[in-house]
């Protein structure tokens, strides 16, 4: 499923990704990138979700093929075509949060997705606005963008009840 999924992104991204300035949303790229990281690494002992697949082994593999296709597509689509205009922008914002959350949804009903330790969907429906508002946002002030994901990771840590002592 995931390997699909990708290639859709793959596609999606030499159609309409802007590479002519793919540097510029390089930062932008990487900042998304090390989120995941972070999730994955300071919630290795308490996870919110695991992705499972029939041919990809395990949430690594596809954690990492999504960070280096999907999340990279992503930008380049989203921030290279990004609107003019607080309607427009409104929504392009919702297309882009509605694509997530369906891809999350059909993952979850064919079981391509769990949830733990008190995470449902509702979550990633917030978590997933969150990464859309913070990604213009990163593009065009980087060290607020950070700020605010800081202020972010510590409320969604204290939320969950994730100590220091249960991070790996």
């Known amino acids: 499923m995931y390997i699909?999924?990708?290639i859709l992104y793959m596609l999606a991204a030499f159609k309409w990704g802007d590479?002519?300035?793919?540097?510029l949303y390089y930062p932008t790229i990487l900042f998304l990138i090390i989120g995941d990281f972070l999730?994955?690494?300071l919630l290795y002992k308490k996870t919110m979700w695991l992705f499972h697949d029939l041919i990809l082994p395990n949430h690594t593999t596809i954690t990492i093929l999504a960070m280096v296709v999907s999340y990279s597509a992503t930008v380049l689509i989203?921030?290279?075509r990004f609107p003019d205009g607080w309607k427009k922008r409104s929504l392009w914002f919702l297309l882009w949060v509605g694509i997530y959350l369906c891809?999350?949804?059909f993952n979850s009903k064919f079981g391509?997705?769990?949830?733990?330790?008190g995470w449902n969907i509702w979550w990633s429906v917030l978590f997933t606005a969150i990464i859309f508002f913070i990604l213009p946002i990163h593009y065009k002030k980087p060290l607020f963008a950070w700020?605010?994901?800081?202020?972010?990771?510590v409320l969604l840590l204290s939320i969950f009840d994730v100590k220091i002592s249960e991070m790996k």
């Open 4 to 6: 699909f999924i990708n």
């Open 19 to 23: 590479w002519r300035n793919w540097k």
């Open 39 to 41: 999730y994955n690494f």
């Open 78 to 80: 989203y921030l290279g």
């Open 103 to 105: 891809a999350e949804y």
């Open 112 to 117: 391509f997705i769990s949830y733990h330790n």
């Open 147 to 153: 700020l605010l994901s800081i202020m972010i990771i």
